[in-house]
């Protein structure tokens, strides 16, 4: 029986407690939601920090905050961003791979963010994988388009990216790539033989992306980066919801859901 891996991103940069009332924000809040889903059905949680004022930081206290108050309540694999928000250097956005997180998102390329649009060329992506290879940090390869796969080739090559491949393909951003099963076919079209990837569904994409990931053998992630309505004018009461459906969802597929032990033996991570 094939496995599903579920990742939650609890908060994201963008979302705010405005938008999203049951939005996790302290270190405690998603800590506490991060134990949650994983009871729910979650082997991953992404994870973002914000600071005093609820705005994205790259403050690595606050991220060491935030992962020690995970590891404390549950084995849940912590991956964290190094995509930042927007407006924050290279050097803020990679500070807390230091922190030693089981994976990292790397971003493959430059993209439209909206109206903003978030910086990385192929310098920044090697600096970034060299520091995540430092630290022993498994990198989630973002992609939010098709030529972001194909920049990834480029650092395989180089040596600076290892096998097993974990790509992230965020679709339906904003001025970004739309997700289509056709644009979906694409990507995976790109990915070296036998990779690994997630769906990430953004806004209105967020079902199609679940049931697109079941249907193509891809990993589901949900949570309040990537939408904060449960169903068409019904915000989500928690990050935990998400997950219980996406679990529902794929079991009703006759997948079962991988544990945070199962990714660790995946993806060679520490502690497997
Ligand atoms: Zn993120």
Known sequence: MAKMVITCALTGAETTKAQAPALPVTPEELAASAEECCK????????????????????VKVFKKAIDLIRKRTDVVVEITTGGAVGMTPEERIAPVALEPDMASLDCGTVNFGNDYIVNTLPIMRQFASEMNKHKVHP?????????????????????????????????????????????????DQMPADSHFTVMGIGRAHIPGICLAIAAGGYIRVGFEDNIYYAKGRLAKSNTEFVERAVRMSKEAQLEIATPGDVRKLFGLRGA
């Open 40 to 59: 729910a059905g979650a082997a991953i949680v992404h994870l973002h920090a914000r600071g005093e004022d609820g705005g994205p930081t790259a403050d």
């Open 140 to 188: 989630t390869l973002e992609c939010f388009d098709v030529s972001h796969v194909q920049s990834s080739h480029i650092l395989i090559k180089e040596g600076l990216i290892k096998p097993p491949y974990h790509y992230g393909f965020v679709m339906q951003v904003p001025a970004a790539l739309s997700l289509t099963p056709k644009t979906l076919g694409y990507m995976m």
